[in-house]
T-cell receptor, first 117, second 110 residues
């Protein structure tokens, strides 16, 4: 199956700094990428949808100036958590959809655990 | 609006069958999915069913779809300890937009 790689898998940062997480589709062109946040023992919370070359669409309640999403190419989307605070600590997961699948299947990254001190 | 609901926990003994249930609201869903998440990892597609099918079997996995009741189930035969994970039911609502349930945490007791 298609592979989506997410980097870094773990990151610890100080409060007030910014952190960038990358999501790459390694063997297919991801026309659409999604970013999720997952709290411990809870479900995925969709944060935003990004289509290559256009601005991301954020879900209600997600601050777009806080969580900057860039999808500059068909193989790379980035999520930047700006001025991170301890409450931003979470597990962030990306997923990608694109050809050749015609079943709407999403391919998920391995997730990135962010800890803000 | 679109919604997918599933029970949060299921505990079974090793060797027994597990049945995870899910209900969804969007009758126009084309595909319905079961994803598996192991601790500290992303999700992996386990299986999917096209909306005009009633059943799909894949080795130990059986998916049943009752489109009238908007009910989807996943049966895992001969459940093993390695099947312990969170199982997400999901429906496709167009393009790659997918609505996920809250996930069912499956505990398999040896």
């Amino acid at each position: 199956g298609a592979v989506v790689s997410q980097h870094p898998s773990r990151v610890i940062c100080k409060s007030g700094t910014s952190v960038k997480i990358e999501c790459r589709s390694l063997d297919f062109q991801a026309t659409t990428m999604f970013w999720y946040r997952q709290f411990p023992k809870q479900s995925l919370m969709l944060m935003a949808t990004s289509n290559e070359g256009s601005k991301a669409t954020y879900e209600q309640g997600v601050e777009k100036d806080k969580f900057l999403i860039n999808h500059a190419s068909l193989t790379l989307s980035t999520l930047t958590v700006t001025s991170a605070h301890p409450e931003d600590s979470s597990f962030y997961i990306c997923s990608a959809g694109g050809l050749p699948t015609n079943t709407g299947e999403l391919f998920f990254g391995e997730g990135s655990r962010l800890t803000v001190l | 609006g679109e919604d997918v609901e599933q029970s949060l926990f299921l505990s079974v003994r090793e060797g027994d069958s597990s049945v995870i249930n899910c209900t969804y609201t969007d009758s126009s869903s084309t595909y319905l999915y079961w994803y598996k998440q192991e601790p500290g990892a992303g999700l992996q597609l386990l299986t999917y069913i096209f909306s005009n099918m009633d059943m799909k079997q894949d080795q130990r996995l059986t998916v049943l779809l009752n489109k009238k009741d908007k009910h989807l189930s996943l049966r895992i035969a001969d459940t093993q300890t390695g099947d312990s994970a969170i199982y997400f039911c999901a429906e496709s609502i167009g393009g790659f937009k997918t609505i996920f349930g809250a996930g069912t945490r499956l505990f398999v007791k040896a």
